[in-house]
């Protein structure tokens, strides 16, 4: 059996591999990752945080990490790992969560990602593996590839005029406000261990106190794809990246940041209920009344002159008068400046469609929507106009109104209201079936918590009302 | 019980809530966006969480994060979305991760507008990601069921720890009409024999979708195959209107069901036997519900769906094309109309 010295925090032989060989690594010889994975686990096991500990093995050649590190592990898409860890750490307040990832990974697909949960601050660890290579692929060109530098993508050395310069991410995420710590270490000698050694504790300290977002760049040696000896390849480290990429503490904020606390959920009916106000806003169900007539009206306007809320109204109205009900709305863009547009359905039955093209009622607030929608009112139907639209060719057979519903607004109070003074003519002329007291609910209920408001439309409800019921005839 | 006027995109957040869903991670798209707001607005006071994330990929994969700590997790969007989430859904399937999400679909394909349609039929109810995976499917077609749907998603999702799409279009999102509130509110417990939550107890557990060995992969996949034989078995759900006497059965799903059953009564009127069968499942597709009506001797079958008879295809699998399936579609953000479909009925019928 091959000998294997003994590591805290990862596993002595790696069950999760599968396989013969339980204690041969994947990784292969002269690979750094198996010193980075040995200072992550020691410290886990040192400060007894595996217990706490999710670490995000990436797409990459740490893509196995979950093998060795005895600790709970979710292997995660390509260059997601912030985006994963974010969803961890949200939902689970006391988890340590690792992202372990590779330069493709976290600076080429997965760099949206990085940046925005760096941004947030969300609590995890990132330990980026900078080895100026792609590993598991095969060699290509990462983001981090230096200037010069011969891969299978940058076949003469990269050129900058065609693939542009090295990616620097310590430096970036340290231009962010919420990163707690951010650092860059390397292997390459035995006092930057150390230093390295130093820099992972802190981040993992941080993650322990729950404090915040860390980030600390390795810069590694890869002798399979840099295609050198582990000689040549440690001197790669030292000689040309350390120059690209200094080392170093860009960023230590951990003294003076308090642990963030994310709630826990609360699962309870009653605050789910209070929360959607069903103390104070709440209807009776419908009662099936096949004998009812099913009303379909149309409200037609400029965006801004409240056709929509006018839907609303009704539609609540006939809710808290226990009639099946639907309002459906032109929606998007159009209501933006545009013209707007809503159906509503009142009925005794279940409701079929929402949408309506055959309208008892039509009401039109503007010119073009009385022109665009007059031909799809029923024959005996209510045609409602705003005054203000002037001469107008009724169609035949349609019972045809201008409302000067701008005035009964202004008179009742609110110049703002002649939404609510159409819907009180409707009231007045016909009712749908509806007692005033629907009414009523509905204008409380669409302007709650603006007592004067509310009052207002009473105000103005009640005059064009009685505008609309001596027209009846 | 309490009954409440609400947007179909509120009833949404309404189910999840009482479901019991920890987190919401979404990204704004019109005609979806409604249920992001909502979960801004009422996820956080319940001690839940909302993350508005930077792209569809981050949600999906916060969504993915979320759910491999076994606690119930969510997204929303709309077809464009649900494209760029197409990673994720084959990584959470992989990882067989229950998750949850919810399409308002919109008119396609690229960016097309923001209409209804049902164009994300395939993307949806077939996988849409690589790998051989399904999701289960629930289309509702009432604001009651946005949020029964939503609710039922979750438990289903748990259940059999898939995906569970709620397949809806942009009128039904934007639509309001009475809602009954659920009620009971579920505590969900997390399930310590997969789940890594950062606990001793889920310490040795790792949620991945990776398998070297391409046996170990081909028998993971048939677990999966075998799990989904077992989803059609026990999960298949839809509901008939007028269907007991029906020589030809309209078929629809969604809003386009709604007004197919505004045209069975007008064609009932006029003397045509017709029913309308409406799937409320996609995947499993109710196909033994729909076979009784072949059985009985019913005739014809009539498509009527807001795409280019996406759902047409698996209605001919579904009966083995042992009757005439026809089409009544509309495309591009208009919906079918209740005398294109009588039309439909009135030629058809004749044919019966």
Avoid at chain 1, 18 to 23: E, F
Avoid at chain 1, 93 to 114: C, F, H, M
Avoid at chain 1, 185 to 191: G, I, L, P, T
Avoid at chain 1, 430 to 458: I, S, T
Wanted: net charge neutral; glycine share 10%; proline share 5%.
């Amino acid at each position: 059996m091959e000998k294997v010295i003994e590591t805290r925090g990862l596993y002595k032989t790696f069950p999760r591999k599968g396989g013969s060989a339980l204690t041969a690594t994947h990784y292969c010889p002269g690979c750094e990752h198996g010193v980075l994975h040995k200072l992550i686990g020691e410290a886990l096991a040192d400060m007894e945080l595996q217990d706490r500990t999710v670490v995000i093995s990436p797409v990459g050649c740490a893509v196995f990490a979950y093998y060795y590190f005895d600790a709970g592990n979710v292997q995660v898409p390509h260059g997601r790992a912030a985006a994963v860890g974010t969803g961890i750490s949200r939902t689970k307040n006391q988890a340590v969560v690792v992202a372990y990832q590779g330069d493709g990974d976290l600076a080429s697909i997965g760099l949206n990602e990085t940046l925005q949960a760096a941004n947030r601050g969300e609590k995890i660890a990132v330990f980026f593996v900078n080895n100026t290579v792609y590993g598991m692929t095969g060699g290509q060109m990462a983001p981090t590839t230096l200037v010069g530098e011969k891969t299978e993508t940058s076949p003469d050395g990269r050129d900058p005029l065609q693939t542009g310069y090295p990616l620097h991410m310590a430096e970036l995420i340290s231009q962010l406000q919420a990163p707690v710590y951010v650092a860059r270490v390397s292997f390459s000698n035995m006092a930057k261990l150390k230093q390295a050694r130093q820099a992972i504790r802190k981040a993992l300290e941080i993650q322990r106190d729950g404090k915040g977002y860390a980030f600390v760049e390795v810069l590694m040696a890869c002798p399979t794809n840099q295609k050198m000896n582990v000689e040549a390849a440690t001197r790669f480290v030292s000689e040309q990246m350390e120059k690209e990429f200094p080392l170093g503490i860009l960023r230590d904020r951990s003294a003076d940041v308090r642990p963030l606390v994310r709630a826990e959920s609360d699962y309870r009916k009653e605050t789910l209920d209070r929360l959607l106000r069903l103390d104070v806003d709440r209807a009776p169900d419908a009662r099936l009344d096949p004998a009812a007539p099913t009303i379909q009206l149309k409200m037609a306007g400029f965006g801004g002159q409240g056709v929509l809320s006018m839907g609303v109204i009704l539609a609540r109205a006939a809710c808290a008068a226990g009639k099946f009900t639907s309002w459906y709305p032109s929606y998007g863009p159009e209501q933006r400046g545009g013209t707007a547009n809503c159906g509503v359905v009142v009925s005794g039955r279940p409701v079929g469609t929402p949408m309506v093209t055959e309208a008892d009622v039509l009401v039109a607030m503007n010119r073009p929507s009385l022109e665009k929608f007059a031909g799809e009112v029923k024959p005996g139907g209510w045609l409602l106009y705003a005054a203000e639209i002037g001469e107008f060719a009724a169609p035949a057979g349609v019972r045809t109104l201008a409302v000067p519903a701008l005035d009964l607004a202004k008179e009742g109070g609110n110049p703002r209201a002649a939404n609510v003074a159409m819907v009180g003519v409707l009231a007045g002329l016909d009712g749908f079936g509806l007692p005033d007291e629907a009414y009523r609910e509905a204008l409380a209920a669409n302007f709650a918590g603006k007592a004067k408001v509310v009052a207002q439309n009473e105000a103005v409800f009640a005059l064009a009302k009685r505008w609309g019921e001596a027209r009846r005839a | 019980m309490a009954t409440q006027l609400v947007k179909g995109n509120t009833a949404v957040v309404v189910g999840a809530l009482y479901a019991g869903c920890d987190s919401f991670f979404g990204y704004p798209i019109t005609p979806a966006s409604e249920i992001l707001h909502e979960a801004a607005k009422l996820f956080p006071p319940a001690g839940r969480r909302m993350v508005q994330a930077e792209s569809e990929e981050a949600a999906i994969n916060m969504v993915y994060g979320a759910a491999a700590t076994g606690r119930r997790a969510m997204t929303a969007s709309s077809g464009p979305g649900i494209s760029l989430k197409q990673e994720g859904v084959s990584y959470l399937s992989g990882a067989q991760l229950p998750a949850v999400i919810v399409d308002i679909m919109r008119a396609g394909p690229g960016l097309g507008n923001i209409g209804p349609e049902q164009g994300d039929y395939n993307q949806v109810v077939k996988g849409g990601g690589h790998g051989n995976y399904r999701t289960i499917v629930l289309a509702p077609a009432s604001v009651q069921e946005m949020c029964d749907f939503t609710f039922k998603a979750f438990e289903l999702a748990s259940k059999w720890r898939m995906v569970v799409y709620v397949l809806a279009d942009g009128v039904l999102g934007q639509m309001i009409e009475p809602l009954r509130f659920p009620e009971t509110s579920v505590a969900p417990e997390t399930d310590n024999r997969w789940a890594v939550d950062g606990t001793a107890a889920t310490r040795p557990n790792v949620v991945t979708s990776i398998f070297l060995n391409f046996d170990q992969q081909e028998a993971f996949n048939h677990e999966l195959q075998a799990k989904y034989a077992a989803v059609a078995a026990a999960e298949q759900a839809s509901e008939s209107y007028r269907m007991d006497d029906a020589d030809v059965a309209l078929v629809a799903y969604g809003i386009s069901a709604r007004i197919a059953q505004g045209a069975v009564d007008a064609a009932r009127q006029e003397g045509f036997k017709v029913g309308l069968f409406r799937p409320q499942t996609l995947f499993p597709f109710p196909q033994d519900a729909l076979n009784a009506f072949v059985a009985r001797g019913g005739k014809q079958l009539i498509c009527v769906e807001m795409s280019n008879g996406q759902m047409r295809d698996d209605v001919k699998l579904a009966i083995e094309c042992r009757c005439p399936v026809h089409l009544v579609c509309r495309l591009g953000g208009n919906l079918v109309t209740r005398d294109e479909i009588l039309a439909k009925i009135r030629a058809t019928a004749r044919q019966a």
